[in-house]
């Protein structure tokens, strides 16, 4: 069974989309679980009436104090039910044949311990890719890599990945008191250091309609209110770089980039008011450049009077 797990916060206007396309499905081997975290709109509401409908499918619906996505994942990893755990957005939904496709994208894996799932592909309202077509192997229809080396096959995409739920219970996702984000790339490049792989097909299984007001479009609002979480990625991304197979044109540009992200990291420090964090860098530059990035994070400050008026 899967768990189609949906964290919820004042999207009722959007939630009816993927009820029924989960009523659509030609396979309802899942059960669907639903985290509210802490909405103020008439979400309660349609879970009383679906719930009392006749579906092919159990509903867990659960309403939670406002912590963020990744406390509610946290919370659902530890209630899930199904062998698979895949993460749909309450403004998103599924292609009828999603399910189906799990599966038997499921039956390819062997029993090689070093995969802990697969991924479709996400699309567009439409139905077609939203960006780059993955170069994945036309015989087999699928490419097996990390996290970390998804640039080589085109996979730099928002892609829609089903983890087997056992082994992402082993990663908790990062959470700092008073922050209720942290971008979810920490913990996809924490399992691809521990040598996980995923089975990435050419499917669209996944189609997006992204919000105004949802985290992909509200970036200057996130970095202000979750400057540690944006810390812990730039931090992550220093830690995967030598891993990662991206060409770089020079020397200069190379070390430029570990420059800037550094600063970056430091900056997200003195936002927070958190430089002991600081330390947990392992790159040589960190004290070298605390002063450029203690002047960026007063430019941020600056940067946030003028953007969130």
């Given at each position: ?76 990893l ?30 390819t894996?062997t ?32 490419c097996d ?19 087997f ?7 908790v ?20 250091l ?20 949802g ?37 200069i ?57």
């Amino acid at each position: 069974m899967i768990t189609i797990f949906t964290p919820t916060y004042n999207r009722a206007h959007t939630l009816s989309r993927l009820y029924h396309s989960l009523r659509r499905q030609d396979c309802h081997d899942f059960e669907w679980l639903v985290i509210n975290d802490g909405s103020t709109d008439h979400t309660n509401q349609l879970f009383q009436q679906w719930m009392s409908e006749s579906n092919y499918f159990p509903i867990r619906y659960h309403v939670v104090e406002n912590g963020g996505k990744q406390r509610a994942i946290n919370k659902a990893l530890q209630w899930a039910k199904g062998e698979y755990f895949f993460i749909v957005d309450s403004d998103d939904f599924l292609m009828p044949d999603a399910i189906t496709f799990i599966k038997d994208a499921f039956s390819t894996l062997t029993d090689d311990s070093s995969y802990i799932g697969i991924s479709g592909i996400r699309g567009g309202l439409d139905g077609k890719p939203l960006h780059r077509i993955p170069l994945i192997d036309a015989a087999t229809g699928y490419c097996d890599a990390t996290n970390l080396e998804r640039a080589k096959w085109n996979l730099q995409a928002d892609m829609a990945e089903v983890f087997f739920t056992e082994k992402l219970q082993k990663y908790v996702f990062p959470v700092w008191k008073g922050e209720k984000f942290t971008p979810e790339a920490v913990i996809w490049d924490k399992i691809a250091l521990d040598g996980y792989k995923l089975r990435w097909f050419d499917k669209v299984t996944y189609l997006c309609d992204y919000q105004p007001d949802g985290l992909t479009n509200s970036s200057w609002k996130l970095l202000k209110e979750n400057p540690m979480g944006y810390a812990m990625l730039f931090n992550t991304q220093l830690r995967v770089n030598k891993y990662r197979k991206a060409k770089r044109d020079s020397l200069i540009q190379g070390t430029s980039w570990i420059v800037n992200t550094v600063i970056q990291f430091i900056s997200c420090c003195c936002l927070a008011g958190e430089y002991r964090y600081i330390k947990k860098c392992e790159s040589l530059y960190v004290w070298l450049l605390f002063v450029p990035g203690f002047l960026v994070s007063l430019r941020r400050r600056w940067q946030f009077l003028q953007y969130l008026k």
